[in-house]
């Protein structure tokens, strides 16, 4: 298995621009998150799927924050607009029973 | 959000050095994991805990599921220095596979 697969490794962008994140779970895990880690606030949890819904999104920040999982295999992370207190390291993980992350997409936002 | 007391913050140590960090929180979990980060990566799980008072080990590598189900600790023994990066503890309550993560243990090991 090749592991969470995140696109694109690094997006440098103006404020302002939309900004899609993209994520590819592990074949049968049924759980996806999205997690934000910053130098201030550590790891955060955005948000959570299961079996493509969402459960948990009380860890968005803001309505320019949205995340979809349109089928068990392709999740997004959309900002929209995008700020330059957005710029983080974004982390998507998967789980069956263990979490296991991407390498993350490391946004900076000028 | 929530987030989980880690200590110490960072540490410099001297190869073969015994490290030992730990966890704590006002909450109860059902289980304690321990991830490293290397730079440029996502964390990688080391050891998970699913038992109070469980003690598991892996290589050089000891954690401790707390009694109190609060708290958590890991130590490497023998530092090498592939062992530096970033440590970091998670804790899990509930029916949902939902992990808050602690702050973080910076290791930097000396050769």
């Known amino acids: 298995d090749a592991g969470v697969i995140q696109s694109p490794r690094h997006e440098v962008t103006e404020m302002g621009q939309e900004v899609t994140l993209r994520c590819k779970p592990i074949s049968g895990h049924d759980y996806l998150f999205w997690y934000r880690q910053t130098m201030m606030r550590g790891l955060e949890l955005l948000i959570y799927f299961n079996n493509n819904v969402p459960i948990d999104d009380s860890g968005m920040p803001e309505d320019r924050f949205s995340a979809k999982m349109p089928n068990a295999s392709f999740s997004t992370l959309k900002i929209q607009p995008s700020e330059p207190r957005d710029s983080a390291v974004y982390f998507c993980a998967s789980s069956r029973t263990v979490l296991t992350f991407g390498a993350g997409s490391r946004l900076t936002v000028l | 959000g929530q987030q989980l007391n880690q200590s110490p913050q960072s540490m410099f140590i001297q190869e073969g050095e015994d490290v030992s960090m730990n966890c704590t929180s006002s909450s109860i979990f059902n289980t304690w994991l321990w991830y490293k980060q290397d730079p440029g990566e996502g964390p990688v799980l080391l050891i998970a805990?699913?038992?109070?008072?469980e003690l598991t080990s892996n290589g050089r590598l000891t954690a401790q599921f707390g009694i109190t189900r609060k708290d958590s600790f890991l130590n490497i023994s023998a530092s090498i220095p592939s062992d530096v990066g970033i440590y970091f503890c998670?804790?899990?309550?509930?029916?949902?596979?939902?992990?808050?993560f602690g702050t973080g243990t910076l290791l930097a090991v000396q050769p």
């Open positions: 805990l699913y038992k109070a008072g």
């Open positions: 998670a804790g899990q309550s509930g029916a949902t596979n939902k992990l808050i």
